[in-house]
């Protein structure tokens, strides 16, 4: 299981960006998940998984978030993608419930909502958290960090 980690900074909620970009994420991913043969499940927010479907009788877990800094191509000069590493805690919840027939996905969004990365829950470990300075938030913060190779560009739209 994660830990949080001691002393760290965690990004308050912040109401307007999550209205700004939730409901869009969480659209563009059902709708990209149905195409591929999955019946969405639920989609309400319990603080949980933002998406819960099923296909071929396997159980998906998916969490969605936008980066709306991308557009276009993705820059090769950010070598990674970063997730805040306050999303442990789901990383612990899906490991108590983790069954042979279940699977967890992330999914980073394109700002036009045609490109996603996919990362699969096992590649978010202590090893890839580290602290970064925010210039935008003068601050640090700690992500898991996912070299850009190890996680699948996959077209939504």
């Given at each position: 299981m994660l830990e949080?980690?001691?002393?760290?900074?965690?990004r308050k909620?912040q109401?307007q960006?999550?209205?700004?970009?939730?409901?869009?994420?969480?659209i563009v991913?059902t709708?990209y998940?149905e195409?591929?043969?999955?019946t969405?499940?639920?989609t309400?927010e319990d603080?949980?998984?933002?998406?819960?479907?099923?296909?071929?009788?396997?159980?998906?877990?998916?969490?969605?978030?936008?980066?709306?800094?991308?557009?276009?191509?993705w820059?090769p000069?950010w070598?990674?993608?970063?997730?805040p590493?306050?999303?442990?805690r789901?990383?612990?919840k899906?490991k108590q419930?983790?069954?042979?027939k279940?699977?967890c996905?992330?999914?980073i969004?394109?700002?036009d909502?045609?490109?996603?990365?996919r990362?699969k829950d096992?590649?978010?470990?202590?090893?890839?958290?580290?602290?970064?300075w925010?210039?935008?938030?003068?601050?640090?913060e700690h992500f898991f960090?996912?070299?850009?190779?190890?996680?699948?560009?996959?077209?939504i739209?």
């Open positions: 949080p980690i001691k002393g760290s900074y965690y909620f109401p960006s999550y209205k700004e970009n939730d409901s869009k994420a969480k991913i709708n998940l195409n591929n043969g999955h969405i499940l639920d309400e603080y949980s998984f933002d998406i819960k479907s099923e296909k071929n009788g396997d159980r998906y877990y998916s969490e969605v978030e936008m980066k709306n800094q991308w557009t276009g191509d820059n000069r070598t990674e993608i970063r997730i590493y306050r999303k442990y789901l990383i612990n899906y419930m983790q069954g042979n279940t699977f996905n992330f999914y969004i394109r700002r909502c045609e490109k996603a990365w990362i096992y590649q978010l470990t202590k090893e890839c958290a580290k602290e970064i925010l210039d935008n938030a003068k601050r640090y960090h996912i070299p850009y190779q190890e996680a699948e560009l996959v077209n739209a």
